[in-house]
């Protein structure tokens, strides 16, 4: 099925977008491969996301689904239509086989071992060579299978990738090994089953991780998904009774303009407006804030959102995939479309690489077969130019730098989630905040208390704190924490009545004492009325006079001003962005540092990832620090994502890199780790297609055989190995 977009003036009114769930996808050339096939049907643009084995497509209604699914499958490559009413629920299509992977990288490396046992020790025995063909054999045609099937695939669509190269490399020292071994030309050289076997152990370790990689990026979409309500109770009116009945249903069925009801603790089903009840609502998931927010009838709530008190009855205004919730979860996904993914370089370069090895072999042999007039010659040089350009240092080149730089951060509390994003670390230039969580605790807390005079500030916690025993609102919790944290013991109460929105009142010792908004009493006092403050302010007093103030906010962290500072004098830009009220927003920023013009407050998730975007379109390279669901978009449309380690799943899920430490200190040495891990991958690449276009001519030259070749490809690896382990010594210790 098919949604309509909104057209721009250029545009017909007749312009479709389906969503199609793509299988058989190994590396960016595959997607490439479909975004090319689909863009070749006249009005047809595609955008395919490798790691969700999605395609968005946005097609003229002369094009059906069938033509698109039947291009796809042209491809090679199967396609099912996503269908709307499943916009909300978790991906369900066939996610990467990682435990296929991992069963067939241990049983490679385990036959690897002892094929290289045999071929390499000090024994000799007769029966040595049969002995490695058939332990080698199990690894070459069963745990090489899936680099086989993918070369057979794309072959036949004249087409090649690395799985190309691997099948390749790993047949050809196979095939050389089993003539040699078979027609006794090697009694006295060398068989090649350890290359074989070694080349397929290292390359499914190194798609064991890349699948891995792969597998966590989609979890983010399932985690946010999973923050939604699942059902709704819904007030239906009897037709001949009139009488008001409530009813269960799936999120699916509700509809625009019924009304629903929201009990304490539950989560709004949809976007909707109050009709009647008051209470106070966690907006974290939409806002990020720590401190609710009080409504009453009237007042409009968000999707996702969690009622902490009072019951509800909401009228929908908008239902499924209008609701401000599904906008953040098609901003997160939109987001991850497109980025900028290193490791699958060495796929890129091989569309080019693999036809020319092909052709160069092809030439040497019909060359030196008439040069020597020996076909065996030929076949030995030829085979010898296969060997050399199979890129088993180029399958290494990323996981292992990866492995070692994640193990290194690790270690410092630094989390980096896969290389697919680091391309432009090395360029960051900017970095953008999120307030609350990220550069204070996120947690709220009593953060000024005064007293009118001839009043000990102590009375007023104690006053205003046995009220508040009695609520379960954030902010009176907040207010029994600090005064249990000052050891006074906290008076009974009696008769306590809540006020939804304004506050609390309860009699203590017989008198009578509230809590909550000014508008409670007849009589502030000047000093309290007057006193400037960051945060929620609520008073406490008898008699209809205020007697104490108490402000409610979340601290900065003690290290955001240092590391903000650091951060500035590295010449990095930073941005401030908060769903809070300006002037908490600028007063934080003054605290640690940022320049008021860039502060931006009362965003919200569109608007934080728009701002990414703007920021991106005047060339800067961005970076993105938060820890909510509210900053999942934005996180995933940065250069470069981050989350604290005490955020929400769904934020760490979506960033790149992961602080494990609540500490914005781990902000520079997290750059600092990305960006040689970064270089370390280029390094490996430069060095592995380096050694193929020099090693190619010499073999072409004869002056290699194929036990050079077999030992270059294995000096090669270990060059790749020795230069990513440098990164242990990253961020040394204090």
């Not at 490396?109 to 002892?114: H, K, M, P, S, Y």
């Not at 605790?441 to 009593?446: D, K």
């Amino acid at each position: 099925m098919s949604t309509t977009t909104t057209p721009t003036p250029a545009e017909t009114t007749d312009e479709h977008t389906v969503d199609l769930a793509i299988t058989g996808m190994t590396c960016a050339s595959c997607s490439a491969r479909i975004e090319r096939n689909l863009g070749k049907i006249d009005g047809v643009e595609a955008v395919v996301n490798l790691p969700m084995e999605k395609a968005r497509v946005n097609h003229p209604e002369s094009v059906s689904i069938d033509e698109l699914i039947a291009s796809v499958e042209k491809s090679g490559y199967g396609a099912t239509v996503i269908e709307p009413e499943d916009r909300l629920a978790p991906p369900t299509h066939t996610p990467v086989a990682r435990a296929d992977l991992a069963r067939r990288a241990v049983v490679a490396g385990a036959l690897a071992a002892v094929v290289v046992l045999l071929a390499m020790g000090p024994w000799s025995f007769p029966g040595n060579p049969w002995l490695q063909l058939v332990v080698t054999t199990p690894v070459v045609l069963w745990a090489a299978w899936p680099f086989h099937r993918a070369a057979f695939t794309n072959a036949r669509h004249l087409a090649s990738t690395m799985d190309t190269l691997v099948s390749l490399g790993v047949s050809a020292a196979y095939l050389w090994s089993l003539v040699t071994l078979l027609t006794g030309a090697g009694q006295d050289g060398h068989y090649y089953f350890e290359t074989s076997a070694v080349i397929t152990a290292f390359l499914l370790i190194g798609r064991w991780l890349e699948a891995r990689s792969k597998d966590e990026g989609r979890s983010t979409l399932t985690e946010l998904m999973d923050l939604g309500a699942k059902g709704v109770a819904v007030q239906r009116i009897d037709s001949r009774t009139r009488a008001t009945t409530e009813v269960i249903l799936p999120l699916d069925e509700l509809q625009v303009g019924d009304h629903f009801i929201v009990r304490p603790g539950e989560k709004v089903a949809t976007d909707g407006r109050i009709i009647d009840g008051a209470s106070s609502i966690d907006t974290s998931l939409v806002t990020g804030e720590s401190v609710p927010v009080d409504v009453r009838s009237g007042d409009e709530v968000d999707a996702g959102t969690v009622n902490t008190s009072g019951r509800l009855i909401v009228e929908a205004t908008a239902v499924g995939s209008d609701t401000t919730f599904a906008a953040i979860v098609r901003l997160v996904e939109q987001a991850q479309t497109g980025k900028a993914d290193v490791q699958r370089l060495a796929d890129r370069v091989s569309a080019f690489f693999v036809p020319a090895v092909l052709g160069i072999a092809l030439l040497t042999f019909i060359g030196w077969w008439i040069g020597s007039g020996s076909a065996t010659t030929a076949i030995g040089v030829a085979v010898t130019v296969l060997i050399i350009a199979c890129p088993c240092a180029l399958g290494l080149a990323t996981p292992m730098a990866l492995l070692v730089g994640t193990s290194r951060g690790a270690q410092k509390g630094i989390l980096i989630k896969g290389p697919q994003v680091l391309e432009d670390t090395r360029r960051i230039d900017t970095l953008v905040l999120d307030k609350t969580g990220t550069i204070t605790t996120g947690v709220a807390q009593v953060t000024d208390l005064a007293a009118a005079p001839g009043l000990h500030p102590a009375a007023a916690l104690t006053a205003a704190a046995a009220v508040e025993s009695g609520s379960e609102h954030p902010i009176a919790r907040a207010i029994v924490r600090r005064a249990q944290s000052q050891g006074i013991k906290i008076p009974r109460i009696t008769d306590f009545e809540n006020l939804p929105g304004s506050g609390a009142v309860a009699t203590i010792k017989g008198t009578r004492v509230t809590v909550g908004k000014s508008d409670l009493f007849d009589e502030v006092p000047p000093e309290l009325a007057t006193l400037e403050r960051r945060g929620t302010t609520v008073f406490v007093g008898w008699d209809a006079k205020a007697r104490g103030a108490l402000t409610v906010a979340d601290e900065v962290r003690d290290t955001s001003g240092d590391a903000i500072r650091a951060l500035r004098a590295e010449g990095l830009q930073v941005w401030l962005l908060s769903g809070d009220a300006e002037h908490n927003a600028t007063a934080i920023a003054a605290t640690v540092g940022i320049d008021a013009e860039h502060v931006m407050a009362e965003v919200r998730p569109q608007d934080k990832h728009d701002v990414i975007q703007q920021l991106q379109e005047q060339g800067r390279v961005v970076a993105m620090v938060g820890d909510g669901v509210n900053d999942a978009a934005a996180i995933v449309k940065a250069d470069l994502g981050m989350a604290m380690g005490t955020g929400t799943d769904v934020a760490m899920e979506s960033a790149d890199i992961v602080l494990v430490h609540a500490d914005l200190e781990s902000v520079p040495r997290a750059i600092e780790l990305s960006r040689e891990t970064l270089k370390v991958i280029k390094q490996n690449l430069g060095w592995a297609f380096g050694y193929n276009i020099a090693a190619i001519p010499l073999a072409v030259a004869g002056l290699l055989n194929p036990m050079i070749a077999g030992a270059a490809m294995a000096l090669s690896s270990i060059l790749v190995v020795l230069n990513s382990l440098r990164l242990r010594k990253v961020l040394p210790d204090d």
